[in-house]
Nanobody, 116 residues
């Protein structure tokens, strides 16, 4: 399916780690940028990290030095390694990607809950 599918969310204690994965199947056009966004209750969706097709990355200030985004172009997949998790990282995490035709696709989201 064209819509990306996320996995890897869950419940973790503060200071712990999680690794999110996202795979896009049935993609007809070359993927350019892939990214992770998150939305906490009562807040707007925000960019967490993105990576383009040559490996350049962008991070939100709040996660820089704790989270690492990576991708596997052959598998149309993107990953988010999250270390030193904080309570305020609790949110639904969404994967998205953009193609060369400027189409943007979003996943359904995966819940990440960090207990303090």
């Amino acid at each position: 399916q064209v819509q990306p599918v996320e996995s890897g969310g869950g419940l973790v204690q503060a200071g712990g780690s999680l690794r999110l994965s996202c795979v896009a199947s049935g993609v007809q056009f070359r993927i350019t940028t892939m990214g992770w966004y998150r939305q906490a209750p009562g807040k707007q969706r925000e960019l967490v990290a993105s990576i383009n097709n040559v490996g350049s990355t962008v991070y939100a200030d709040s996660v820089r030095d704790r989270f690492t985004i990576s991708r596997d172009n052959a598998k149309n997949s993107v990953y988010l390694q999250m270390n030193s998790l904080k309570f305020e990282d609790t949110a639904v995490y969404y994967c998205n990607y953009e193609t060369v035709r400027k189409y943007i696709y979003w996943g359904q989201g995966t819940q990440v809950t960090v207990s303090s």
